[in-house]
């Protein structure tokens, strides 16, 4: 669930223009025309789990409310467009530079070159270092009055994507002055922090001087309700206005008008441990692959709330389409024959464990023993890493952190990838990561990522399930939710009621 909570979770887009705001480059929404709204009272699924820190999963939080920004973000099609830089260009293969727009920091303070450079520094040196530099040495530093040179030290052609990372926030000099980074009256976004209460609640007021305009909502009073069904129950009651990652159970439960499907770039996947145990065996490895139908796990678990699984980028990355590569070399699967296996997953998404008990079926019906660890996710993560289950169930956004595709296939599925949870290394996939890392070109970049895709799929390392839709429950008198397939944004600058 990295990415659900770790640093380290076209079909598309649902047009409902009238209630909801279309995901759009500019962060804002098609409902911009309305007078003041009042504050919005906002449910999370997730609790922050490190004091708000911008490199770790709470940076997520940040980008769904509105308070933080980085030099870029992510457009509708996945590709990079302006937000504090208005425009980059790049010099050589190893520097960029990016030009800034005019804006100030919700101290009052002005986002300058330097601050800028500082803030890139800080988040290069944190530790653990946020998901969207993994493995990447950078260096930043002003040039004149308005740009920021940003050095690499191997080229990185998909810097751009990767500064839209939510961890790599800007955020003003202030933030950084205390032991621990504080985002609270120091970013850029519309919306600024200003009460936290524990891990149950955050006070957000409109930020007046936003460089993309006044926000419609004067504010944001954010609860974190981790229980699903009472997160839908809030909704429902009219005690919250907006309720993320309503649980496929409880869907039915909300009037037709009040749900929101959006498909997301969210994978559900099988995770085989070629390391050690069982599925160190491709022809087990296979056997599993042949057993699982993902079609029925969008059906019945799902509740048609999601695709069955076709590869690790789902409908959901428009760009993808059409550019699908057919694994080839697969090994040929053996008879199971009884043999044992751990299937591991963690209960904080509801549907999961109801997953590992359809694949336990499906499995033992294919003539394996399965054994299922369902675990809290912080409970589980070190295990599942170390090797310890010979299956993990997981449901990943894999573009949440860098929005570029290779950082996401080089992290989870080569030999020195920081997130491996298969174990996997293989010499066919680092060459086919390799080759794709290279390129420079965005086309070429994305074709050669499937192509990657392909020679990771025909390991049989990783078995796609499901791609998920996630609900969003929006009250009939809310506008201008953003509904976001990368699962970045939630509240922006038209959003109100």
Known sequence: MRSPRRRRVAAGLLLAPVLTGCFASGGGTSDDDSADGSRLRVALAFPPAENFSPYGADATLLSRLGVTEGLTKLDANGAPAPALAESWTRENDRNW??????????????????????????????????????????????????????????????????????????????AYGGKRVNPVGTATGPFEVTEVTGTTAATLDRYDAYWGGRAQASGIDAKFIADGSARTNALRTDQVDIAEAVPVAQASTLDKGTRRETATTRTTSLLLNTKSGAFKDPKLRAAAREAVDGSVLAKDVYEGYAD?????????????????????????????????????????????????????????RAGFKVKLEIREYSRLESDALAGTFDAFVGARNSLLDTGDPVSVLAGDFTCDGSYNLALLCDKKVDRAVAAAEKESDTAKRRQAAMNAEAAILGTDATVPLVHQQIITGVAGSVRGVILDPYERTLVGTGTRR
């Open 97 to 174: 530079l990016f030009t800034l727009r005019e804006a100030t920091f919700q101290d009052g303070t002005e986002v300058t070159p330097a601050t800028v450079a500082a803030a890139l520094a800080h988040a290069a040196e944190a530790e653990p270092v946020t998901a969207a530099l993994s493995g990447i040495t950078l260096t930043a530093k002003a040039s004149g009055d308005r740009q920021v040179r940003v050095t690499t030290e191997d080229p990185d052609p998909a810097l751009p994507l990767r500064l839209t990372g939510p961890g790599l926030a800007i955020l003003s000099a202030k």
């Open 308 to 364: 069955a699984g076709v590869g690790v980028f789902g409908p959901a990355v428009t760009w993808a389409v059409g550019k699908r590569v057919e694994p080839a070399g697969r090994a040929k699967a053996a008879d199971p024959d009884g043999t044992s296996v751990t299937i591991a997953t963690y209960d904080n998404r509801p549907e999961l464990p109801e997953v590992a008990q359809v694949l336990q079926q499906q499995l033992r």
